[in-house]
Structures are given as structure tokens and as C-alpha cells.
């Protein structure tokens, strides 16, 4: 009896240790806004840290991490892109490992390279080993966004939960864009002698006729 006793403890003891380490070891995510226009995503919670902007790239750190982000509709000049180095870290990203994980692109690059571009100059992080690089972009809001993490997990476990917005000014401007061109479309499209007999038709006047008693009555009129 006592020896199933001292079994049972022991596996109740694993249990609870096993659990402890899954806790431990487990990564809690908190939801930030990374761009101008409101698009989302998950990062390390109460590691995350805002390291500030450079010409309109914005960059955060944790432990074993680093998250770039880059809005062009916003800045609007590509020129600056590559003043702060964010296609140089893009060239230098796909030059790495490239590996295809749940519908992402992943290169896996040394630290090393990692930290020798340009725009890292503003922060002090000390990263060694591989990194697991996921860039991202999207047409319709113009987000730019590299991933790159020690962790492939954490790396794959943000791009999957990255939402992106488009400001009203966007919506805006695509509605505006859109309605002028359906106008222009009509105009191109409608053809004025078909317009003039659907007129006449439903009013049963002559529009000729009315354009010249228009005239004859005018052209009465002192000046």
C-alpha cells in the first residue's frame, strides 16, 4: 500500500512540475498598433519595448527579438526607405534560409548580419545565434513588416496575428476614386442622341422646337 502511495506522489509530482515549466516556458502575447492607420498584432507581453522612429520606421525589441515597421503610403517617398536601411534589411533578409512555414515565408539569418544595418544604431541589444526573419507587406494599407526572432514559434505566432486597417482617409479616397470613375464610365458609355429621345419621349415636347422658340423669344429682349 505504501509503496503505490509513494508511486501516486511521484507522478503527481511530475504532473505538477511538468506544468510549472509550461508555464514558465510559455510566452503571453499583448495586442499593439504598429502603424499609422491602425493595423495590429501580438508581441511578447511586458517584454515588448518601443525603441522609437527614423523617418518614419519604427522599430520594438524583447529578449530574443526585434520588430521593424514601415507604413509608405504614410511617408510617401521611398527615398527615405532606404536612407534608414529598411530595403537594405529587406535584401539582406532574403539572402538568408529560406523556409516555408504554415503559409509563411521564413529566412533564418545569423544575428550578426542582423544588427549591422543601419537603423539598429538607435537601440543597444546584444543578440546572438540564428533569427528567424518573416517580412510581411500589404498592398492595400502599404504596411511593411519584418519579424525576426530567435524563437520561430513566437516569429510565425505574430505573423499569423497581424490585422490590418485602412484609414478612413484611404476609404475615402478609394470611394471618391471609384465614383468618378463609374461617372466617367456612364458618360463614355451613354450615347446623347439616345438620352435626347428618351427625353422627348417621356415629355412629349421636341427639343428642337423648344430650342428655337427659346431663340425666337430671346432674341426679343432689349439689351
Same mark, same amino acid.
Given at each position: 500500500?505504501? @509503496? ?38 501580438? !508581441? ?6 518601443? %525603441?522609437?522612429?527614423?523617418?518614419? !520606421? ?26 534608414? /536601411? ?10 538568408? +534560409?529560406?523556409? +516555408? ?21 538607435? &537601440? ?8 528567424? $526573419? &518573416?517580412?510581411?507587406?500589404? +498592398? ?6 519584418? &519579424? $525576426?526572432?530567435? %524563437? ?9 496575428? !497581424? +490585422? ?17 470613375? @463609374? ?22 415636347? %421636341?427639343? %428642337? ?9 430671346? /432674341?426679343?429682349?432689349? &439689351?
Amino acid at each position: 500500500m505504501n @509503496r503505490k502511495i509513494a508511486i501516486i506522489g511521484i507522478i503527481i509530482l511530475i504532473i505538477a512540475v511538468v506544468i510549472i515549466l509550461v508555464m514558465l516556458t510559455s510566452v503571453s502575447y499583448e495586442r499593439i498598433e504598429i502603424t499609422p492607420n491602425g493595423t495590429t498584432m501580438e !508581441v511578447p507581453a511586458n517584454k515588448t519595448k518601443f %525603441d522609437g522612429e527614423l523617418a518614419g !520606421v519604427k522599430i520594438w525589441n524583447w529578449d530574443n527579438g526585434i520588430l521593424v515597421t514601415y507604413n509608405s503610403h504614410e511617408d510617401g517617398s521611398i527615398i527615405n526607405v532606404s536612407e534608414v /536601411g529598411f530595403s537594405t534589411l529587406n535584401d539582406l533578409i532574403k539572402n538568408g +534560409e529560406k523556409q +516555408e512555414i504554415d503559409g509563411f515565408t521564413c529566412y533564418v539569418i545569423n544575428a550578426d548580419e542582423l544588427l549591422e544595418i543601419h537603423i539598429f544604431d538607435i &537601440i543597444k541589444v546584444n543578440y546572438n545565434g540564428k533569427f528567424y $526573419c &518573416i517580412p510581411l507587406y500589404n +498592398e492595400t494599407t502599404h504596411d511593411n513588416i519584418i &519579424i $525576426c526572432c530567435n %524563437d520561430r514559434d513566437i516569429a510565425l505566432h505574430m505573423a499569423k496575428s !497581424v +490585422e490590418y486597417k485602412i484609414s478612413t482617409i484611404s476609404s475615402a479616397e478609394n470611394m471618391t476614386g471609384d465614383l468618378l470613375s @463609374r461617372a466617367e464610365d456612364y458618360v463614355n458609355d451613354t450615347n446623347l442622341s439616345n438620352v435626347i429621345s428618351d427625353v422627348e419621349e417621356k415629355t412629349g415636347f %421636341d427639343l %428642337d422646337d423648344l430650342k428655337n422658340e427659346l431663340e425666337r423669344y430671346t /432674341g426679343k429682349l432689349p &439689351i
